[in-house]
């Protein structure tokens, strides 16, 4: 399985971003596709996550109400939809995915840098 993330950028305060991950490959044994934050020398910080067959979005307390995450089904593609973003969101953002059974995320795509300036 492959994840490739892009759609990083900079925005003013205040202003929104879409992120992209198109995974690709073995995706039949995959159970959820996730979204995580890290600065350099900073543990990884969840952000936001679903199951691949049924949806289920599932958000950390920071993001709630603003990042809303979906999936296209015929694109294999699943997109975070970042609004209202503030400065303290400014990070590198990685999409990932967890296979069936498993509690970690074991496939892991390039990080892609959101700033917001303020």
């Known amino acids: 399985v492959q994840l490739q993330a892009s759609g990083g950028g900079l925005v003013t305060a205040g202003g929104s971003l879409r992120l992209s991950c198109v995974v690709s490959?073995?995706?039949?044994?995959?159970?959820?596709v996730g979204w995580f934050r890290r600065s350099r020398g900073t543990e990884r910080k969840f952000v936001a996550t679903?199951?691949?067959?049924?949806?289920?979005?599932q958000y950390a307390d920071s993001v709630k109400g603003r990042f809303f995450i979906s999936r296209d089904n015929a694109e294999n593609t699943v997109y975070l939809q970042m609004n209202s973003l503030k400065p303290e969101d400014t990070d590198v953002y990685y999409c990932a995915a967890k296979r069936m059974f498993s509690a970690d995320y074991f496939y892991w795509g390039q990080g892609t840098l959101v700033t917001v300036s303020s």
């Open positions: 679903l199951t691949w067959s049924a949806g289920n979005p």
């Open positions: 490959g073995r995706t039949s044994n995959l159970y959820a």
